[in-house]
């Protein structure tokens, strides 16, 4: 994935960075282009070559942890026992599950290494209006009038870099294990992804404990609790 710069984004990015008696936002908007370098080569034939699985093979996704409905790509289908129509699960293709994996492998590097994640650990998300909602009432919970401040200019920018209504959008929501924001308050992570632009922005965001952040902050690696091991995967002390 190659990091697409833009100053609008970056700017926003600074304003989701903020503090508050109560907790530490930590916000950043991230666009890339789905254009392949040497790392993702080699992971795409992982995903690919390596699994005997095809670009369009189809794989299963989660449903979205934060919605009862259903999105719009489910399909149904009749209940093999009862007759009645029961949810199916939401699918990927390989290739676009690619281009998320690449994303955050290239958003959090060095510091965490995404390639094993499966496609369960996604979601494909039910309206870009309901992920709209879901952001803008997270986020004016913790930050408030600062918020409403550059939310209009926050999706505008948005719009802007991706085209929203083109967009297929997708969240990460992984078990703790493997969450980056394993220790946060709350978090979430939407690929906005435009096909035929071929171009994901990527919006992640967290929550932590102010206290716990200061603790972090002036500890030692030890007091930490955490030690790091030859593969530089993380370990509770």
């Known amino acids: 994935m190659k990091f697409l710069e833009n100053p609008q984004l970056e700017a926003i990015s600074k304003s989701l960075s903020t503090e508050s008696a109560d907790c530490k936002i930590d916000g950043r908007l991230e666009s890339y282009s789905c254009k392949m370098v040497t790392n993702d080569k080699r992971l795409f034939r992982m995903l690919s070559t390596d699994s005997g699985l095809s670009p369009n093979d189809l794989q299963a996704l989660s449903p979205p942890q934060t919605v009862l409905g259903c999105s719009p790509g489910r399909h149904f289908g009749k209940g093999q ?3 009645e129509e029961e949810v199916l699960c939401d699918t990927i293709s390989t290739k676009t599950l690619f281009y998320l994996i ?7 590097y060095p510091d965490y290494d995404f390639s094993l994640a499966k496609s369960e650990e996604f979601s494909c998300e039910p309206s870009i209006q309901w992920v709209m909602n879901a952001v803008d009432c997270q986020l004016l919970t913790v930050i408030g009038d600062a918020y409403n401040s550059f939310k209009t200019q926050l999706w505008s920018a948005i719009d802007e870099e991706i085209c929203l209504k ?6 990460y929501n992984p078990d703790l294990t493997s969450d980056p924001y394993g220790e946060s308050i709350w978090s979430f992570n939407y690929f906005f992804y435009n096909k035929k632009l071929k171009r994901i922005v990527f919006f992640t965001c967290s929550a932590s404990s102010a206290l716990a952040t200061g603790y972090l902050d002036s500890g030692s690696d030890d007091e930490r609790g955490y030690l790091w091991n030859d593969d530089d995967s993380m370990d509770c002390a």
């Open 166 to 171: 083109h967009c297929d959008i997708y969240s």
């Open 102 to 108: 690449s994303t955050l492998n290239a958003s959090f």
């Open 81 to 83: 026992n009862d007759g």
